[in-house]
């Protein structure tokens, strides 16, 4: 199973212990699915763990940690399409990296964006909770 955890899913996998973002990225880390991610990805995830708001929960080296398990055992993308799919334009490199990715799942807790898309292509977009459920019932 292919599956992008967008940015917000990965930061708040560090710094929120036993949530749903990091039981999700934990079962990553177990080999359970396959993790998409970009280039793209790997410099917004820099940039935004660099936020003040963020910064005070999240210690550097967990950041480069993450970033550095990406970039050894995920599938990094490296082009993306142009997709204009969402009305916010941030969301659009997420949604073509599930679908360069051949992603059959887009986890997000974007609800007002990403979620109320439900589908891009044949990637659903689901919340952390609701992927879980699925990893359970395979």
Same mark, same amino acid.
């Given at each position: 199973? #292919?599956?992008?955890?967008?940015?917000?899913?990965?930061?708040?996998?560090?710094?929120?212990?036993?949530?749903?973002?990091?039981?999700?990225?934990?079962?990553?880390?177990?080999?359970?699915?396959? &993790?998409?991610?970009?280039?793209?990805?790997?410099?917004?995830?820099?940039?935004? =763990?660099?936020?003040?708001?963020?910064?005070?929960? +999240?210690?550097?080296?967990?950041?480069? %940690?993450?970033? %550095?398990?990406?970039?050894?055992?995920?599938?990094? &993308?490296?082009?993306?399409? !142009?997709?204009? +799919? =969402?009305?916010?334009?941030?969301?659009?490199?997420?949604?073509?990296?599930?679908? !360069?990715?051949?992603?059959?799942? &887009?986890?997000? @807790?974007?609800?007002? @964006? &990403? +979620? =109320?898309?439900?589908?891009?292509?044949?990637?659903?977009?689901?919340?952390?909770?609701?992927?879980?459920?699925? +990893?359970?019932? #395979?």
């Amino acid at each position: 199973m #292919r599956v992008v955890l967008d940015t917000g899913i990965l930061i708040a996998a560090l710094i929120t212990a036993d949530t749903s973002p990091d039981r999700v990225y934990q079962t990553w880390r177990k080999k359970r699915f396959t &993790l998409i991610t970009s280039m793209w990805q790997l410099e917004e995830f820099r940039r935004a =763990s660099r936020y003040e708001r963020v910064k005070k929960f +999240l210690r550097p080296t967990e950041a480069g %940690n993450l970033v %550095n398990g990406l970039k050894r055992h995920a599938i990094v &993308l490296t082009e993306l399409p !142009e997709v204009d +799919l =969402s009305r916010d334009p941030q969301d659009n490199p997420v949604i073509a990296m599930a679908i !360069e990715g051949k992603a059959d799942y &887009l986890v997000t @807790g974007d609800r007002r @964006g &990403l +979620l =109320s898309l439900k589908r891009a292509g044949s990637t659903r977009i689901v919340t952390a909770a609701e992927f879980l459920k699925i +990893l359970k019932k #395979r």
